[in-house]
T-cell receptor, first 112, second 114 residues
């Protein structure tokens, strides 16, 4: 089963605009991670946010976490064509679990 | 630093045939994962190793899938016999250990079963 569910499933924006993707999960977590996957490639880790953090930044990326709503969002500012990819959130399934579970992803298209 | 190496990148077989995928993790990474990613979906964990021991194989279809990690370094995932629904990308990943850390993925092995 998949712990995280991303929304929207697909997103198309113009270069320079901001892109926001959301992730909802079901059980309590220790941390939440975001990964990027370019077409035909492996996944690349973007950012990890711990359960006691509310916001984290990395370059043009901003991640928020609301544990009361069991949700997270990934904001990419000033998007570029190179940001075109699928974005996945991932969490550990439950207490004591070492299984990192991925959602179905959001497919982002940035139009030059 | 060399990344996670996987081979072959592409494989086409007929149903009921067998196939094997190989993975070499990042040097020093104790934990190795095999994920299956069906087109349009997120990766699903098949098996997780810590050194050469299995941590989690609860979602591995053991009647046809097998995996080993001899000597705690590289790993092989085998499918025998393959079914049409096994068509997917098989992703290998590694991490320093089983504690909560980022995973490093290989490029994947794309399997097509005809």
């Amino acid at each position: 089963s998949q712990q995280g569910e991303e929304d929207p499933q697909a997103l198309s924006i113009q270069e320079g605009e901001n892109a926001t993707m959301n992730c909802s999960y079901k059980t309590s977590i220790n941390n939440l991670q975001w990964y990027r996957q370019n077409s035909g490639r492996g996944l690349v880790h973007l950012i990890l946010i711990r359960s006691n953090e509310r916001e984290k930044h990395s370059g043009r990326l901003r991640v928020t976490l609301d544990t009361s709503k069991k949700s997270s969002s990934l904001l990419i500012t000033a998007s570029r064509a190179a940001d075109t990819a699928s974005y996945f959130c991932a969490t550990y399934s439950g207490a004591g679990s070492y299984q990192l579970t991925f959602g179905k992803g959001t497919k982002l298209s940035v139009i030059p | 630093e060399a990344g996670v190496a996987q081979s072959p990148r592409y494989k086409i077989i007929e149903k009921r045939q067998s196939v094997a995928f190989w993975c070499n993790p990042i040097s020093g990474h104790a934990t190795l994962y095999w994920y299956q990613q069906i087109l349009g979906q997120g990766p699903k964990l098949l098996i997780q190793f810590q050194n050469n021991g299995v941590v989690d194989d609860s979602q591995l279809p053991k009647d046809r899938f097998s995996a080993e990690r001899l000597k705690g370094v590289d790993s092989t995932l085998k499918i025998q016999p393959a079914k049409l629904e096994d068509s997917a990308v098989y992703l290998c990943a590694s991490s320093l250990d089983t504690s909560i850390r980022e995973l490093f993925f290989g490029e994947g092995s794309r399997l097509t079963v005809l």
